[in-house]
């Protein structure tokens, strides 16, 4: 159970961008082009979006240690 907690951790922003990619490509070929095309242009925001949330918290978390340390 450890490992899945890690794994998720570690992985839910590419889990959850490729579930958007394989929604914008069900969309696209039911015919709903424009609808896909709006979903798949989640993908890169949905990575984007995390790498800034991690960055921010890393920036964060060395705030409060050098803070500690003072």
């Known amino acids: 159970m450890k490992k899945f907690i890690l794994f998720w951790h570690t992985f839910y922003p590419v889990v959850l961008a490729f579930i958007s990619f394989l929604y914008s490509v069900g969309l ?3 015919g709903y082009q424009l609808e896909g095309i709006f979903v798949g ?20 978390k060395n705030k409060i240690k050098s803070k500690n340390n003072e």
């Open 28 to 30: 696209w070929f039911s």
């Open 41 to 60: 242009i989640w993908v890169p925001s949905i990575l984007i979006l995390s790498v800034v949330i991690r960055q921010r918290s890393k920036d964060y």
